[in-house]
């Protein structure tokens, strides 16, 4: 079902020391941020490695609400690791092969994930404790070819 651990999310209160001390310490690459309004986070994607699956990444989250779910998480535990996210070659299949197998799934459908990517969260009551994230990465779209916004690539 994996093709590759995708990305490791870590909560942080604030973003840009934390991609400063991940970028001197680890030598890691900046690839993008975004801010994700329905999950209220400003994100951080920073590039790990390559593999033959695709690439690796460290994923930092500073809440833009209290109330939001990593908000939420710095309050009850403080920084640290949030989630684990697997990459997949079809989204859509994984969850299904994961609802067929008993999991819980916090997302039944795919929602949009950073970059474009398609995303889907696995409950930590079925995995041992592990908030699991499911990521397809966004395909490449012709030129000539627009995708509305909020859809996965």
Known sequence: MFTRIDH???ACRDLEASIARYTAMF??????RETNDAQGVHEAMLHVADAPGGFSCVQLLEPTRPDSPVGRFLDAHGEGIH????????????LAQLRDGGAQLIDDQPRHGFG????AFVHPHSTGGVL???????RPQPSNVT???????
Do not use: K, M, Q, R
């Open 132 to 138: 699991t994230e499911l990521v397809e990465a966004a």
């Open 27 to 32: 030598g890691l690459t900046l690839l993008g």
């Open 8 to 10: 490791v999310g870590i």
């Open 83 to 94: 989630h684990l996210a697997y990459g997949v070659d079809d989204i859509a299949a994984a």
């Open 147 to 153: 995708l509305p916004s909020g859809l996965p690539g």
């Open 116 to 119: 474009g990517s398609a995303i």
